[in-house]
């Protein structure tokens, strides 16, 4: 079915959506600060979105040239180094909310929903003035 919108717009406003879903865990995560044993929560949905849109291959290099650094890794010619797992230490009494990571990510994801919110005010208003040109004829 041709609807009036762009693609764009439809998945823009699924994304303001999942922004605001992680808004709310945030400000849980931040809520809970001093909560013993709080372990802050999150909402990722970039890779998804990512995998939906096809922007995946976008991302790799192509090698062009057999001098230019390789675009992909290559098992023949790399030696990793050994490293140790982490082992995260748990410290009983202590919560596991950081508030500068916190309101370091609410910041992130409010200025991404405002970025995406302009965007599609500006699209709403070509739409609207298309309407109101057409009226006109």
């Not at 998945?11 to 931040?30: G, P």
């Not at 001098?67 to 082992?87: I, M, T």
């Not at 916190?102 to 298309?130: D, H, P």
Request: glycine share 4%.
């Amino acid at each position: 079915m041709k609807t009036l919108f762009p693609r764009h717009l439809e998945v823009s406003a699924t994304v303001m959506d999942l922004q605001v879903q992680r808004q709310n865990l945030v400000s849980s995560n931040i809520a809970n600060l001093n909560t013993p044993g709080y372990q802050p929560r999150r909402l990722e949905f970039e890779k998804e979105l990512q995998a939906a849109l096809d922007l995946d291959d976008l991302r790799k290099a192509a090698r062009t040239h057999a001098h230019h650094l390789p675009a992909a890794f290559d098992p023949h010619s790399e030696h990793g180094s050994l490293l140790r797992e982490l082992q995260p230490r748990v410290v009983p009494g202590t919560d596991g909310v950081n508030l500068d990571a916190e309101m370091a990510l609410m910041s992130k994801n409010f200025l991404s929903y405002s970025t995406l919110s302009s965007v599609a005010q500006k699209e709403y208003a070509v739409i609207s003035k298309i309407i109101q040109e057409g009226g006109r004829s």
